[in-house]
């Protein structure tokens, strides 16, 4: 049994920080005029208690299920720790979701009460209490009736109930998995989970603090955003804004002017292209100026690094470069951002490189669902670019080398500690398959540590396959790989038990109309993949990019280009841009077999 630190449960992680932090700014919500409300942690407080008293008047007790279908908002969190004080479970599911997944997760989790964003989501599981047993109520946020949340709140207001505090192994959260290689698994995560993994990744981030903004941009119904972003600002704090849309992305960066993000490098990635894109657009005065920019603080930062001094001169002009220069990137991302986390799959090296020159560290970490998420993580004391840094004060990770090739330098990663999740709900053979007899997590993901302790990622044993040569391909590698490249959107590598690898390719169709209009062809997405022009210049330069890293066997030998992207709508991405393999492959099978024919 784990000794967690008090406090050791969400009811009083929420109780302390709000007594500190009362009169702090929490979130910053976008109003119809385009500017920013704003939202304390006493007026949230005031509501949680409201939302909890209405609960306990509909009848939620403890070890009851509390659900959620709505994106990030303050009535998330409002709800949430409503719940946490009833010692009830909390159920998040997205806003983007096929219904049938609403339906299994409702069900599966024993649902008792459910609160959805709008009358459009009401409208699709207003049914749902006439074919599932013990789903008593379904609420709305963005209504006045009196089966609104501001309905709930106002009879929790005139029948106020004091909160029940958890004991750390109480499950406050079940967070089902994306389901990138089956059916969506209930991970059961205690208070204890929840806060050692924000207080033991903060320990090592003291930069953070009530001062810092972030902009909320992954679903808190993930344990990587709910545990280091909303409980984590929440111990500091700190404020959070909220991005609308991916659409939206850079004009609510301009608008809320955040301090500090947590991500993804599908993001980093996509901010890194259009930078490059506006700065070749811009003209070959300014993009040879904005080169100049970038080697000189290249140069500076990689004798820093080293340890030896960059001289005046050197420092004088990295000065006038960046307030020249890159300074003005800094603002095309709010001009207030000194550092990031990101998770999910490693940066690549080079865009992880250019934002640390341009004074926005990023910070790759590791974990999963079901280890709360946190495992690794790298920070400013201890940052290795290209690794999931080091293990976070408390855990254990062992590296099995029993369950890989004989000759293999890495193994399966396995987590002890504090953060490993107590199961998966109703699922007890599902369990065992992961969790061993002495506590250890089999994450399912490869990895070896480096000799000053930072673990590196190598592959995933689910996904990895052998060729009909026998060698092994471990497909997520190459396509992050492949994504890097700017007329790419989107990838998938197959090959399994097949003579040599496939690729299917989503070019990014924006970068595409600008070769279309260089060269005099037509834009549209289905003239452009019958091109030859266009598609032999991506196969090639796909080709010429990974035979820097990657051996023969491992390049595909065909391709097959798509006009549809993988998304989270048509069900081929996660909530957090994870590609669904066995989707994507089911969906493009008579593709895949053409080119093996």
Known sequence: MWTYEKPDNLVEWWQESEKKFRDNILFWVHNDAGGLDSMSYGEIDRRINNARGGLARLGVEPGDSVGIIAANRPEWAVLAFATYGRKARYIPMYEKELVATWKYIIADSGLKFLLVSSPEVYEKVKHFPEEIPGLENIYLIDSEGKNSLSALENDGAANPVQPLIPGPDDIAVLIYTSGTTGAPKGVLLSHGNLTYCSRAGYRIYPELTENQVGLSMLPWAHSYALSGELNNWIQ???????????????????????????????????????????????????????????????????????????????????????????????????????????????????????????????????????????????????????????????????????????????????????????????????????????????????????????????????????????????????EEEIKLLAPVANATIYGEGKPYNVCLVVPDFEAAARWAEKNGASAAPGDLIANPAFTEMIENEITRHLKKTFGGYEIPKKFKFLTEDFSVENGMLTQTMKLKRKEVIKNYQNEIENMYG
């Open 236 to 478: 500091f704090g700190g404020s959070l804004g909220f991005m609308r849309d991916v659409q939206t992305l850079g004009d609510d960066l301009r608008l809320v002017r955040p301090t500090y993000l947590v991500s993804v490098p599908r993001v980093f990635n996509k901010i890194y292209d259009g930078i490059q894109a506006k700065m070749t657009d811009a003209g070959e005065t300014k993009k040879a100026l904005f080169d100049k920019a970038c080697q000189i603080a290249r140069q500076r930062n990689e004798l820093v690094e080293q340890g030896r001094s960059p001289g005046l001169w050197l420092n004088i002009k990295h000065r006038f470069f960046d307030k020249a220069v890159l300074s003005k990137v800094r603002e095309a991302m709010g001009g207030r951002v000194t550092g990031a986390l990101t998770a999910s799959a490693a940066m690549n090296k080079e865009i992880a490189l250019f934002f640390y020159d341009i004074g926005i560290p990023i910070y790759d970490c590791y974990g999963l669902t079901e280890t709360a998420p946190a495992v690794s993580m790298n920070c400013s004391s201890a940052w290795r670019i290209g690794s999931v840094g080091k293990v976070l004060e408390g855990q254990k990770v062992a590296i099995d080398k029993s369950v890989v090739e004989e000759d293999a330098g890495d193994g399966e990663i396995v987590v002890y500690g504090p953060n490993v999740m107590k199961g998966y709900h109703n699922q007890p053979e599902a369990t065992k398959e992961v969790i061993m007899a002495d506590g250890g997590f089999r994450t399912g993901d490869r990895g070896m540590f480096d000799q000053d302790g930072f673990l590196w990622i190598t592959g995933r044993i689910k996904e990895q396959y052998k060729l009909s040569n026998g060698k092994y391909v471990f497909p997520a590698v190459l």
